[in-house]
């Protein structure tokens, strides 16, 4: 499980508050690192959950890992400025993000990896009508920051319409191995874990 999971640093959870507690971030993505995970995802939204461009870029030159930059990504300059502070990919969601077709375009020519947030079934077909490649299925809300009481079953269901060959991304709501083990076994190329990572809920088989 350890290869399909992608860590996520996100200093404050709109619902649950502080999220590092007093842990160094940098060290905490060494130590992941070392066990073998995917990959690593950084928010840099500071008004809502508290992150910024100098974590990314401080977490991205720690660690060899591909880090996923998480924002609400708006125009061109967000993009140019994601590959400057060496992220490998960025994520593009279709609920906030105006134009998103042309800012994916754009996001493949200048060598980012464009992951393609969707909420409902008719943001998949939005994404699949784009040609996404990578598709993050978000089994909460982010237009209600999250703090709806969205779960794994999400991607169960919008699993079964995702594009053939699409890399698929469960993110959010998933609180503990059984609920990753779900989406794994649904077809979920890979797991986003954030919130439950940092409440120690994956302690057991990440040991960081």
Not at 38 to 62: M, N, P
Not at 93 to 114: F, M, N, V
Request: contains cysteine; charged residues 25%; negative net charge.
């Amino acid at each position: 499980m350890l290869s399909k999971m992608i860590i996520d640093f996100k200093p404050i959870s709109p619902q649950y508050g502080d999220l590092f507690k007093g842990r160094n971030p940098l060290e905490v993505a060494r130590g992941l690192e070392k066990t073998g995970v995917l990959g690593l995802s950084v928010v840099t939204e500071r008004e809502h959950f508290g992150g910024s461009l100098d974590l990314l870029r401080s977490i991205v030159k720690a660690v060899s890992l591909p880090v996923l930059r998480k924002d609400f990504i708006k125009i061109e300059d967000d993009l140019y400025e994601t590959l400057d502070c060496g992220a490998k990919g960025v994520l593009l969601i279709c609920s906030t993000t105006e134009d998103i077709g042309r800012l994916h375009e754009k996001a493949l020519s200048i060598g980012l990896k464009p992951v393609v947030e969707i909420h409902t079934r008719d943001e998949m077909a939005l994404a699949k009508s784009m040609g996404a490649k990578i598709i993050g299925i978000n089994n909460k809300d982010i237009t209600l920051l999250e703090k709806d009481s969205g779960t794994v079953e999400l991607t169960l269901e919008l699993i079964k319409t995702a594009p053939e060959g699409a890399f698929i991304i469960s993110e959010g709501g998933i609180t503990c191995q059984e609920d990753a083990q779900k989406a794994l076994t649904a077809g979920a190329n890979a797991v986003l874990i954030g919130t439950a990572f940092w409440q120690g809920k994956f302690d057991e088989i990440l040991m960081v």
